[in-house]
C-alpha cells in the first residue's frame, strides 16, 4: 500500500490538531511543518524528526489518526 495523498495528511493532521490551512492537496509550507510537528510529537529518536513525509510518518499519522477517532469516548472505569 502506498502513502496517503496528500488530501488525506491534511485532513488527519486537522484532526490531530497539527494543521490549521486549507485540505487543498498542496503540499506547502503549513503542511511540512504539521509532519514536523507530528514527528516531534510522538518520535522519540532524534534521527526520525526531520519534516520529512515517508513510511515511518504515514504509519504514525493513520495510527495517530484512528487511536484518537475510535478512542475518544473511551473511559478508563470501563476498561
Partial sequence: ???MTV???QQYLRELG???GDIDGIEGP???KAY???QKK???RKQDIDGIY???TD???YDAYWVKKLCKHFELEEF
Fill in 59 to 61: 504509519i504514525l499519522l
Fill in 7 to 9: 488530501t488525506s495528511r
Fill in 54 to 56: 515517508g513510511n515511518d
Fill in 30 to 32: 503549513k503542511t511540512k
Fill in 36 to 38: 514536523l510537528d507530528l
Fill in 18 to 20: 497539527l494543521y490549521h
Fill in 1 to 3: 500500500m502506498g502513502l
Fill in 42 to 44: 510522538y518520535f522519540r
